[in-house]
């Protein structure tokens, strides 16, 4: 199993351009998320899963979009970048179903806004 | 909402000694608290998590401890190794039946283990 991958590993924008980071998991996890890590912020939730066709927001939605039309496939949307959002972002997975809490990471893209 | 207080922010330890990492939270609900290892530059890994109804987990050199009535958990690493060094968060959520509750993550805890 490749686990869960994220892809780019690096990107650069500039200041209102769009792109979508994308996340796969091959362990048929039910439950994915999406997190930013700042210095000293720790790690913040930015929208989840629960099952394909479901997604909600976690504490910081504002600028980025998701989708989940399969299970495997997690995509985050920034729709128009701003420096704020210069960050690395990691995609995770888990089986709640499986009684599995346990949330495993991808590798994580880290994007820079100028 | 949940709220996750970490303490301290660095912690810097001589081989071979102990690290205590101590957490609170604020939603008496929570039930699963896991902690989380990132060495520079990589993905968070689990190393060890304590559910509500267990006081304490141990696993080789680490263990958690978990006080419900004070809500603080606490990671405690023993004969610690410069492997050891990397940045540690914790987390709380709830979890119920097979559903996965949203993790609220600490800021981190940077152990530096000197040789």
């Known amino acids: 199993n490749a686990g869960v991958t994220q892809t780019p590993k690096f990107q650069v924008l500039k200041t209102g351009q769009s792109m979508t980071l994308q996340c796969a998991q091959d362990m048929n996890h039910e439950y994915m998320s999406w997190y930013r890590q700042d210095p000293g912020m720790g790690l913040r939730l930015i929208h989840y899963?629960?099952?394909?066709?479901?997604?909600d927001q976690g504490e910081v939605p504002n600028g980025y979009n998701v989708s989940r039309s399969t299970t495997e496939d997690f995509p985050l949307r920034l729709l128009s970048a701003a420096p704020s959002q210069t960050s690395v972002y990691f995609c995770?997975?888990?089986?709640?179903?499986?009684?599995?809490?346990?949330?495993?990471f991808g590798p994580g893209t880290r994007l820079t806004v100028t | 909402g949940e709220n996750v207080e970490q303490h301290p922010s660095t912690l810097s330890v001589q081989e071979g000694d102990s690290a205590v990492i101590k957490c609170t939270y604020s939603d008496s609900a929570s039930n699963y608290f896991p902690w989380y290892k990132q060495e520079l530059g990589k993905r968070p890994q689990l190393i060890i998590d304590i559910r509500s109804n267990v006081g304490e987990k141990k696993d080789q050199r680490i263990a958690v401890t978990l006080n419900k009535t004070a809500k603080h958990f606490s990671l405690h690493i023993t004969e610690t190794q410069p492997e050891d060094s990397a940045v540690y968060f914790c987390a709380a959520t709830l979890n119920y039946g097979g559903s996965q509750g949203n993790l609220i993550f600490g800021k981190g805890t940077k152990l530096s283990v000197k040789p």
């Open positions: 995770a997975s888990s089986s709640p179903k499986r009684r599995s809490y346990e949330q495993y």
């Open positions: 899963s629960v099952g394909a066709g479901i997604t």
